[in-house]
């Protein structure tokens, strides 16, 4: 059972339900980082910190004690906090999934660059929203305020997200524009009047610049020459086209909804190393980006973003 909410797309949440909208204005834009969800709560004495699927994440511990100063201070037991180390999804990502301690200087093959080591210094928090109350969000704005403010206190690097009102969907478009001008990856669109629900809501909007999906791994495609590759010096054919390549040209994943796809564009460092290590990524999530849903449901020309938090 999921234990935070989350959203839907801004897009499918504007169109008509029998003719009438799902929502009223105005609501209010959050700016929204590249960040890891983790919910944050109190059993039995410990601090805990679980990811969206309620698994553990990684490298946290080492702040239990001053979010259990706060939480002891505001009589709070959960949180709905965001992780964003070195100011990037990639690093956050390596952060709270490091088993082996503070992740440390590697080679992204996804990439081709040199990851960085990471340290505690690294990290912030964006606090989101309190799981626990029961007030209309337009109420509970300044109680959440009010705990970010605590948590610095307590010495974590704390915010909240920046945050505006929208009276149209004009002003709500044009707040998303600002927020990603000053760098963030998006938006978020929220109703003042709802409560919080541990699910997926049209209270909660995602505004981004594609239409983002994710799904689980279910196989993967081989890459094939799809022309003739020649020696630039004598024009003899070195890879006849239809050759197989040894690397993933594509991997196919299934969505929450049931629905397939099978997103290409991976970095060929990458698809080398999913194609030698199958059964090592069978089951992660990855996020990919698509142009559209066609009538059927299907995903117009799916391409390969990132890895990300399982489900």
Not at 3 to 27: H, I, N
Not at 205 to 231: Q, R, W, Y
Request: proline share 5%; glycine share 8%.
């Amino acid at each position: 059972m999921a234990q935070l909410m989350k959203g839907e797309t801004w897009s499918d949440a504007c169109k008509l339900v029998r003719g009438q909208p799902r929502f009223q204005y105005p609501v209010m834009v959050e700016a929204k980082a590249d960040e890891i969800r983790c919910r944050v709560y109190k059993s039995g004495g410990e601090i805990l910190f679980e990811s969206y699927a309620g698994k553990p994440l990684c490298n946290l511990a080492g702040f239990a004690v001053q979010f259990q100063l706060m939480m002891h201070h505001a009589h709070l037991t959960e949180l709905d906090v965001g992780v964003l180390v070195n100011r990037n999804f990639n690093d956050s990502y390596r952060w709270v999934r490091s088993a082996k301690g503070f992740p440390q200087e590697k080679l992204d093959k996804g990439t081709g660059k040199v990851a960085p080591a990471l340290t505690s210094e690294m990290v912030e928090f964006i606090l989101f929203d309190l799981p626990e109350s029961q007030k209309p969000f337009i109420d509970r704005l300044r109680d959440i305020d009010f705990a970010a403010s605590g948590l610095r206190h307590y010495g974590l690097r704390c915010t909240r997200p920046a945050r505006a009102l929208a009276q149209t969907p004009g002003e709500v478009l044009d707040w998303y524009a600002d927020f990603r001008s000053k760098g963030y990856e998006g938006a978020m669109a929220k109703t003042l009047d709802h409560v919080y629900a541990r699910r997926r809501t049209y209270d909660w909007m995602k505004i981004k610049p594609s239409e983002d999906h994710d799904g689980c791994i279910t196989g993967f495609n081989e890459a094939i020459s799809s022309v003739d590759e020649l020696c630039p010096e004598t024009s003899v054919v070195l890879v006849p086209k239809g050759t197989p390549l040894g690397r993933a040209g594509s991997i196919n994943v299934r969505t929450a909804d049931g629905s397939t796809a099978a997103p290409a564009g991976i970095p060929h460092g990458l698809g080398r190393e999913l194609w030698e290590n199958q059964d090592k990524y069978i089951g992660q999530w990855v996020e990919f980006t698509c142009m559209e849903r066609d009538r059927q449901g299907g995903f117009r020309h799916p391409i390969y973003n990132r890895f990300r938090e399982d489900k």
